[in-house]
């Protein structure tokens, strides 16, 4: 059985739409290049100073290698309307040109020897930078145009080509040495010019490497931004053409007064190694002083901060200030004072001779008065227990005097005496003559007297010198013999004994002061002494340090 369809077909008319689809499909594809609906692709776009004679279609490079072509170029009027000024060339890029990176930049560049045929050349960037979005712009500072031949032919223009014979003509009068002849150069002279320049010039290449090295800046990427910061600099100085004519030509005029003191700039010019050997350890001090400097500056910096806040605080200080400095109340003031400033004034002048003695009495006691209550009894004077400064024995003093008047009764203070004897009799003459020989008696032998007569006087007193100027007490006294002794005992050996044991004592304490003032020679023949009146006694030499122990405790307790 047959069906209804199965012998329908596909009419003329639907047969001719699908052709005439297909063919427009066709005859669009074959032109635009592209499939509809879809991406362009990745595009960027680069702003170049001019667009020369790149094409569309042009070719873009990447190491030599095509990776896409420029598919637009729309040409910027400046802001004068007085022609082209710049470009901005869209390029589609293949994905084997992928990544573009941010700092990348970009060159117009000739195919061909003789110009014509431009391609862009690409450099894509460093691998640290982002890459760029599709749609992005290159800047200007990142692109660069190829010298054309013309430009080159307009550069050496008559004056130019005149200003370069300049050059040449003085550049060979330079070579021939200091007095060039007027008919020329002799044979062979400019090649000594030659060969004294390349002498010379070690030195210079010195301080050129320096130069360079510095350039380099100290972190990578310094010298890339030293020379992105002069593109920005020669551009500025682009924009100002009319500015920087001026300033060649006041250069020029600058240069032609040099020129016309070629002399006094020779001599100066002379004179700059003497300068620079003066100058540099200048410098180097200069330099030196920059850390304090430094660290100057960062001690400062907290109070520079709060410099603000202190002078917002001190405003209504110097308001006040200025309200009391107004003449209303400023009148008021002196009114007020008119009586007063009289007296101060007389206050003021007869204080002078107070202010003085004052003074003095404060010099008195820094120089005099406390270098000496600091002082202590020299060592071989006062045992070490009883060594003590003048200060502190003051005090001592201060303490026996009250413990003398701490008991009383109605009849007023009193104080115990204790008396005592012992077999020792001295007799002392008296300073009074009517009085006559004064006489005592101890229960040891005296061993010497201490200040001795010859240096027991006191300090001299100069009543015609201030306190300040005045010679400080002395504390040192030497060690005199002892009075005349006799001891009260029957038997007759007693009192000589006695008295051959005071004069070992007495040697004994000599020899400890001439080893102290370190007088060897003496205190040798003083040990000696002392050796024989030992034996005398029945004592042995290795007993010595004992019996100087013994007189050390004694005079120790004798000084309490």
């Known amino acids: 059985m047959t069906r209804p369809n199965d012998n329908r077909r596909i009419s003329n008319f639907q047969i001719g739409l699908i052709a005439l689809v297909l063919t427009v499909v066709g005859f669009y594809l074959a032109f635009t290049k592209s499939i509809p609906f879809t991406s362009d692709g990745y595009t960027i776009k680069a702003v170049f100073e001019d667009a020369q004679s790149i094409r569309a279609k042009s070719p873009v490079r990447v190491s030599g290698v095509d990776v896409g072509e420029v598919t637009e170029i729309e040409h910027l009027q400046d802001e004068d309307g007085n022609g082209e000024d710049a470009a901005v060339i869209t390029m589609k890029i293949e994905d084997a040109g992928r990544p573009i990176r941010e700092d990348a930049t970009m060159q117009l560049r000739p195919r061909l020897f003789l110009e014509g045929n431009l391609f862009v050349d690409i450099q894509p960037g460093s691998p640290s930078a982002d890459e760029l979005e599709s749609g992005s712009i290159v800047p200007l500072e990142q692109t660069a145009i190829s010298v054309q031949f013309d430009q080159v032919l307009t550069s050496l223009q008559a004056p130019v080509r005149e200003q370069l014979q300049v ?23 400019g090649s000594d010019g030659f060969r004294e320049v390349f002498r010379t010039s070690p030195a210079a290449f010195g301080s050129t490497a320096q130069v360079n ?25 682009n924009a100002r053409q009319s500015e920087l004519q001026d300033l060649v030509t006041n250069l020029r005029i600058v240069t032609g007064s040099f020129a016309a003191e070629s002399d006094a700039l020779e001599l100066g010019i002379s004179e700059l190694p003497d300068l620079l050997a003066e100058g540099r350890p200048a410098l180097a001090k200069l330099n030196e002083a920059f850390p304090q400097l430094r660290a100057f500056a960062r001690d400062a910096l907290p109070g520079v901060r709060a410099a603000n806040k202190a002078l917002d605080d001190a405003n209504p200080w110097i308001g006040q200030v200025r309200q009391l ?11 007020d004072l008119r009586p007063t400033i009289p007296s101060l004034a007389r206050l003021a002048k007869e204080s002078l001779p107070f202010l003085e003695e004052a003074r003095g009495l404060s010099s008195c006691f820094n120089e005099v008065v406390i270098p000496w ?13 009883a060594r003590q400064p003048v200060y502190k024995l003051t005090g001592y003093g201060l303490a026996g005097v009250a413990g003398e008047s701490r008991s009383g009764d109605a009849q007023g203070q009193w104080f115990r005496v204790l008396g005592s004897g012992g077999p020792n009799t001295i007799s002392l003459p008296s300073p009074d003559s009517d009085i006559g020989a004064l006489a005592g008696n101890f229960t040891f032998p005296l061993l ?15 009543p015609d010198q201030p306190c300040e100027n005045q010679e400080p007490p002395q504390l040192g006294a030497s060690l005199g013999a002892a009075p005349t002794s006799n001891s009260v005992e029957s038997n007759a050996v007693g009192p000589q004994t006695d008295g051959e044991t005071a004069d070992l004592a007495r040697d004994v304490l000599e020899l400890q002061q ?29 007993e010595l340090p004992k019996l100087q122990a013994q007189l050390a405790t004694l005079m120790g307790m004798i000084a309490r």
């Open 373 to 385: 209550s600091n002082l202590e009894v020299p060592a071989h004077e006062v045992p070490e227990a």
């Open 325 to 335: 400095v107004s003449e209303p109340e400023l009148r008021g003031l002196v009114s």
């Open 167 to 189: 050059f040449l003509r003085e550049f060979g009068t330079a070579l021939c040495g200091a007095n060039p002849p007027e008919d020329g150069c002799e044979p062979g002279s």
């Open 448 to 462: 010497g007297a201490q200040p001795a007569i010859q240096s027991s006087a006191k300090t001299p007193f100069r």
């Open 514 to 542: 001439l080893e102290a003032e370190g007088d060897e020679e003496a205190a040798a023949a003083k040990r000696a002494t002392v050796f024989e009146a030992m034996e005398e006694l029945g004592m042995k030499p290795k």
């Open 213 to 237: 090295e510095a350039l380099l800046g100290r972190q990578p990427g310094d010298l890339a931004g030293f020379v992105r910061n002069l593109g920005t600099t020669f551009g500025a100085l």
